[in-house]
Each structure stands twice: as C-alpha cells, then as structure tokens.
C-alpha cells in the first residue's frame, strides 16, 4: 500500500518543478542586454479607413512604451515593473509577466501612419491610418 505522504512529497516537488519551468520562461535572464522576457497579446482590427491595433499591457506607464515602425513591421517594447511596494515583500504567486517586452507586429501591405495612440486601462490602443 502506498503512504500518501509520500504521494504528497511527489505532488508537491512536480509542482515546484512546473513554478522553476514557469520562471526561466517568464524571467530569463538578460545575458548582459537587455532582451525581451516576454510578448504582450496583440488584437488586430481593420476598417475601410484605419488599422487598430490594442496591446495588453497592464501596470505598465506610458513613459515605460516605446512604438516604433520599422519597414512594414511596428515594434512595441517597454518594461513592467514590479510595484516597489511588493518588491520586499514574499511572492504568493506571479502570473502577469514582469520585465522587458517586445512585441512585432507585421502590417499589412500598403503606406500607413500612426493617427493615435492611448495607454488607459492597461492597453495600448493604436490607430493606424491607411494613405491612399
């Protein structure tokens, strides 16, 4: 018959191996630079007249996001920063990825320029307009 507190032990170091597995996913170290730990999800809309684009992105400050577009493909990257309020005190749990983020969208064919832009409640709302 088997000791359930050795079925315990079992269960809880599988657990810890899935929370080491989760960590070097989220958290990989920068290697001296500074890369990306990690992609925000992306919506992608078009009308007749505009492209829209919304980034997930929350706790993160507008002054923390750069938007960049490079040949047919508009970079946004930034950094989520742990709250200094809970930087000194003990992880229950972190399941919103924190660190350096870089997300590459491709856009479509054709000249577009960037009408707006908008972080509020944690998304980033881009518009696009398309040029003749």
Request: hydrophobic residues 40%.
């Amino acid at each position: 018959m088997h000791d359930p507190r050795v079925r315990m032990w079992a269960d809880a170091c599988e657990l810890l191996e899935q929370a080491e597995r989760l960590q070097r996913q989220f958290f990989r170290p920068a290697g001296g630079a500074l890369r990306p730990a990690w992609e925000p999800p992306v919506d992608v809309f078009e009308t007749e007249d505009d492209l829209w684009i919304s980034v997930a992105l929350p706790g993160v400050v507008p002054e923390d996001v750069a938007i960049v577009v490079q040949d047919r493909t508009l970079v946004v990257t930034g950094e989520r920063r742990l709250p200094a309020e809970c930087r000194a005190g003990m992880i229950h749990r972190v399941e919103i990825p924190h660190g350096r983020f870089e997300r590459r969208i491709v856009l479509p064919a054709g000249r577009l320029e960037l009408r707006r832009h908008d972080l509020s409640n944690g998304s980033l709302t881009l518009t696009l307009r398309k040029l003749g």
